[in-house]
């Protein structure tokens, strides 16, 4: 799980607990004019991941670190898809973050909100 905060225009993404081992990342910071959007999204979990460069995969169990998929640099962290909110990103190492949050729906409209 990733708890994600807006701080003098940055999104910051910090993962929680072992996640951080999991994953292989404790925190991510984007400049907010580098966010293209976010969505909920628990239909990604059913999508392919790619190629895993970095992190873990269990099927079923957990997607946490970095993957390739279509060229483009993905970073994971989600155990429970239906929580998953996708940020969509520009001109970032990470195409997209896939994540897990206590409150999507919560966490989009924050970030949309901030982008606005």
Request: aromatic share 6%; net charge neutral; proline share 5%.
């Amino acid at each position: 799980m990733a708890r994600v905060t807006i701080e003098n225009d940055v999104l910051t993404v910090e993962v929680q607990g072992l996640d951080k081992v999991w994953a292989l990342k404790s925190r991510l910071e984007i400049p907010l004019r580098n966010v293209r959007g976010a969505t909920h999204d628990p239909g990604i979990a059913h999508e392919p991941r790619g190629i895993k460069t970095g992190g873990t995969y269990m099927p079923g169990v957990i997607t946490a670190g970095r993957f390739i998929r279509q060229g483009e640099m993905v970073f994971w962290d989600v155990k429970n898809p239906e929580k998953t909110v996708v940020i969509e990103l520009a001109d970032e190492r990470y195409a997209r973050l896939v994540v897990e949050v206590d409150d999507p729906r919560a966490v989009v409209s924050m970030i949309e909100q901030a982008r606005s």
